[in-house]
């Protein structure tokens, strides 16, 4: 049972643009998000977080909005640098576990001159 | 400030045989969380170790196992190893856990091929 999904295995974006990378989550006891960026040949590192009582935090060119309802995250960086092509995994977090993480399977970005 | 290291980086064994890789996490951090990374499967998650005691487990067989010392470096090992074991076997230190959002240091991985 897939609790954090990413539906868009890959996106490409034009230099300058804005990317949008999307995430789904079924577990109502979730409470910390957080974006982890992952290079090739290298492990993941941590980009952004939100908690559940926020909707929305920034941090640079990136943002994460959060929609408890609809339990929906989105990742948007503006604007997109090639540096940034790179898999991007949304994971969660339930209350009192620390740090186990749910990941989900991850979104390729191509960000193209 | 030494980030968290994984080794081996790479290695090969065959169907049967068992492996332990080893993580030092960064200097004082206390907790240690292993995953399992293949394709399609994304990041899942198989223990946690704080203070020398497993203080999460996700679903894994019992062939996968862990320990953690008293300076915070923890060894992972996989017994009776089977192909579906291939993978990048990632370990991740923070500084102790509850609260907050808890970032978890990854290492470079420890990516396994079983044949």
């Known amino acids: 049972d897939q609790q954090v999904k990413q539906n868009s295995p890959s996106l490409s974006v034009q230099e300058g643009r804005i990317s949008i990378l999307n995430c789904d989550y079924t577990?109502?006891?979730?409470?910390?998000f957080l974006w982890y960026k992952k290079y090739p040949a290298e492990g993941p590192t941590f980009l952004i977080s939100?908690?559940?009582?926020?909707d929305k935090n920034e941090d640079g060119r990136f943002t994460v909005f959060l929609n408890k309802s609809a339990k929906h995250l989105s990742l948007h960086i503006v604007p997109s640098q090639p540096g940034d092509s790179a898999v991007y995994f949304c994971?969660?977090?339930?209350?009192?576990?620390?740090?186990?993480?749910?990941f989900g399977t991850g979104t390729r970005l191509q960000v193209t001159l | 400030k030494a980030g968290v290291t994984q080794t081996p980086r790479y290695l090969i064994k065959t169907r049967g045989q068992q492996v332990t890789l080893s993580c030092s996490p960064i200097?004082?951090?206390?907790?240690v969380s292993w995953y399992q990374q293949t394709p399609g499967q994304g990041l899942q998650f198989l223990f946690e170790?704080?203070?020398?005691?497993?203080?999460n487990k996700g679903n894994f067989p019992g062939r996968f196992s862990g320990r953690q010392f008293s300076n915070s470096r923890s060894e992972m090992n996989v017994s009776t190893l089977e192909l579906g074991d291939s993978a990048l076997y990632l370990c991740?230190?923070?500084?102790?856990?509850?609260?907050?959002?808890?970032?978890?240091?990854f290492g470079a991985g420890s990516r396994l091929t079983v044949l």
């Open positions: 200097s004082g951090h206390r907790s």
């Open positions: 994971a969660a977090r339930s209350t009192g576990t620390a740090s186990k993480l749910t």
């Open positions: 577990n109502s006891m979730f409470d910390y």
């Open positions: 939100i908690s559940s009582i926020k």
């Open positions: 170790y704080f203070s020398e005691t497993q203080r």
């Open positions: 991740a230190s923070s500084l102790q856990g509850f609260g907050g959002a808890n970032v978890l240091t």
